[in-house]
């Protein structure tokens, strides 16, 4: 059974930081490409980044430079590193794993004073 189990989220003040983690379980990370995902309140959700199993990786421009996508293949953990923290961040977020069409079930990351 393919699993993805985000974690890390929680209330923080802008300008702080937070690193979300997605473990997998039931498939093989390394040669998926990880997605992530949030989803604001009374929004769709929007596409945040990816990593690719070369490691190759994407931002929107909302988090370019800001976030960062990197994966620890033997631990089967993709993670989110979410710096400088703005307001507008506040969502949950969750990983996806392609072409195996897995989603997470989300965390919630709060960004308020």
């Known amino acids: 059974q393919v699993q993805l189990v985000e974690s890390g989220g929680g209330l923080v003040r802008p300008g702080g930081s937070l690193r979300l983690s997605c473990v997998a379980s039931?498939?093989?990370?390394?040669?998926?490409?990880m997605q992530w995902f949030r989803q604001a309140p009374g929004k769709q959700r929007d596409y945040v980044g990816f990593?690719?199993?070369?490691?190759?990786?994407f931002y929107v421009d909302s988090v370019k430079g800001r976030f960062t996508i990197s994966r620890d293949n033997a631990n089967n953990i993709v993670y989110l590193q979410m710096n400088n923290l703005k307001p507008e961040d506040t969502a949950v977020y969750y990983c996806?794993?392609?072409?195996?069409?897995?989603w997470g079930r989300g965390t919630q990351v709060t960004v308020s004073s």
């Open positions: 996806k794993s392609s072409p195996t069409d897995a």
């Open positions: 039931g498939i093989d990370a390394s040669i998926e490409t």
């Open positions: 990593i690719s199993p070369s490691g190759n990786t």
